[in-house]
């Protein structure tokens, strides 16, 4: 079964600093996808990245990077210099392969991580 | 192009009475998917709907069903609610094929009393 593991219950730093969150995954398949969403109060989850299994080539994006590292099994995100509107729940999360049919894959969440930026 | 919404926001049953929670699915995406989140806890996966029918279910009971219609919005039933249903219940949906382009409503609070 797949499984994925944010062992960072909560975070807390000052703004500016720089984070980084962590995620661990187990799967059988070799295809597969990588995800981290924010979930803000409001509860909705907001898509920041997808990676595939085949594509081990960090990422940035403004100042969002993420680590994925296929030989320990990790997909870490890091967030430079932290403002307070970062403050969150994180969620790393696994796809699995779609059944036959074509329809899409479901996902498999860890527990979140709950960042609080401090300004 | 308007994202995914969902109704109502927030519900209040009390045990043993049956919940219909509903979500219009983003303009273009033709599948649903629905998650239960606990609070303090990740999103699990209840079951999906694709061209009307389920099509892969996660670890819940049948006294959780659902719906998709023509349209593409979708229904999420539960019957005989239990104390441990209170959660936030996630819809999400997304376009076969496009790969995992999935778009999260804000969800459902349920609590029950």
């Known amino acids: 079964a797949q499984k994925v593991t944010q062992a960072q219950t909560e975070i807390s730093v000052v703004e500016k600093e720089d984070v980084t969150l962590d995620c661990v995954y187990e799967t059988r398949d070799t295809t597969y996808y990588l995800f981290w969403y924010k979930q803000p109060p409001s509860g909705e989850l907001v898509f920041l990245i997808r990676?595939?299994?085949?594509?081990?080539q960090n990422e940035i994006s403004g100042r969002y990077s993420w680590n994925f590292q296929k030989s320990t099994s990790s997909f870490n995100f890091t967030i430079t210099a932290s403002q307070v509107v970062d403050s969150a729940v994180y969620f790393c999360a696994l796809s699995e392969l779609p059944n036959s049919g074509g329809s899409n894959y479901k996902l498999t969440f860890g527990k979140g991580t709950l960042l609080t930026v401090n300004p | 192009e308007t994202g995914v919404t969902q109704s109502p926001t927030h519900l209040i049953k009390t045990r043993g009475q049956q919940v219909t929670l509903r979500c219009s699915s983003q303009?273009?995406?033709?599948?649903v998917s629905w998650y239960q989140q606990a609070l303090g806890q990740g999103p699990q996966f209840i079951f999906q709907y694709y061209r009307e029918e389920e099509n892969g279910r996660g670890n819940f009971p049948p006294r959780f069903s659902g719906l998709q219609f023509p349209n593409y919005s979708s229904e999420l039933n539960v019957n005989a609610l239990e104390l441990d249903d209170s959660a936030l219940y996630l819809c999400?949906?997304?376009?076969?094929?496009?790969?995992?382009?999935?778009?999260f409503g804000s969800g459902t609070r349920l609590t029950v009393v």
């Open positions: 999400a949906s997304s376009q076969t094929g496009l790969g995992f382009g999935y778009t």
């Open positions: 303009s273009g995406h033709n599948t």
């Open positions: 990676r595939n299994s085949f594509d081990e």
